[in-house]
């Protein structure tokens, strides 16, 4: 079965303190995404790579950022975390959206108190 | 910027009735897709429906598309307490030319009692 996996189920960070949610993929998947989920917002994307080392900002990209060594692995990295960074973080990966749609994985819930 | 709208945000019905769940957006589209998410996981691809397409059927799932209305529907036939989750529309807004990055609504909660 395909999967998309996410380190952490939840994670409780101190303010200041930098933070790694990690993304693995085993579909050999070309595009990955850093959604966030907040109530009444909805999914807003973060981040997202559409090959290896490469990474392009999304809609709320600040105080965020991505790193892409390898093709199946995705890092969301929170320089300095905020109390307002507190949210349901979720990866996603595709191949060919437009005929598959993507794969998420099963997020991470991330307080950061 | 939020490209799709759900309508209603919350919807309970009983087993066995229909959900109707409605999506609008605001750009031309390559195509538009319905997620579910139960509480608290990750969401789960339901169905794409291409912006040439009118209508798709999967299983209890139809699906509907006016791009005149740049709206879609998302109706579930004699529904079962399990498929109480979120269900959320994702747009391809043609506006992005790199792949395709989807946009997503708010969601509709679907709460569907026994």
């Known amino acids: 079965d395909v999967k998309v996996t996410q380190s952490s189920r939840y994670l409780v960070k101190r303010t200041g303190e930098k933070v790694f949610l990690e993304c693995v993929q085993d579909?050999?998947?070309?595009?990955m995404f850093w959604y966030r989920q907040d109530p009444g917002l909805g999914l807003r994307l973060i981040y997202f790579s559409y090959d290896v080392k490469m990474k392009e900002k999304g809609d709320i990209p600040e105080g965020y950022s991505v790193s892409r060594e390898k093709k199946e692995r995705f890092s969301l990295i929170l320089e300095s975390a905020s109390t307002n960074q507190t949210s349901m973080y979720l990866c996603?990966?595709?191949?060919?959206?437009?005929?598959?749609?993507?794969?998420f994985g099963s997020g991470t819930r991330l307080t950061v108190v | 910027s939020q490209q799709g709208e759900e309508d209603p945000q919350a919807l309970s019905i009983q087993e066995g009735e229909n959900a109707t769940m409605n999506c609008s957006y605001k750009t031309s589209i390559n195509n538009l897709q319905w997620y579910r998410q139960n509480s608290g996981r990750g969401l789960v691809h339901l169905i794409l429906?291409?912006?040439?397409?009118r209508e798709k059927h999967s299983g209890r799932l139809r699906v509907t598309l006016d791009t005149s209305k740049k709206s879609s529907s998302l109706l579930i036939t004699a529904s079962r307490a399990a498929d109480t989750a979120s269900y959320f529309c994702a747009t391809d807004a043609m506006i992005y030319n790199q792949g395709g990055k989807l946009i997503f609504g708010q969601g509709t909660e679907l709460s569907v009692k026994p």
């Open positions: 996603a990966s595709s191949k060919s959206q437009e005929i598959y749609g993507y794969t």
């Open positions: 579909m050999d998947h070309e595009n």
């Open positions: 429906i291409r912006s040439n397409e």
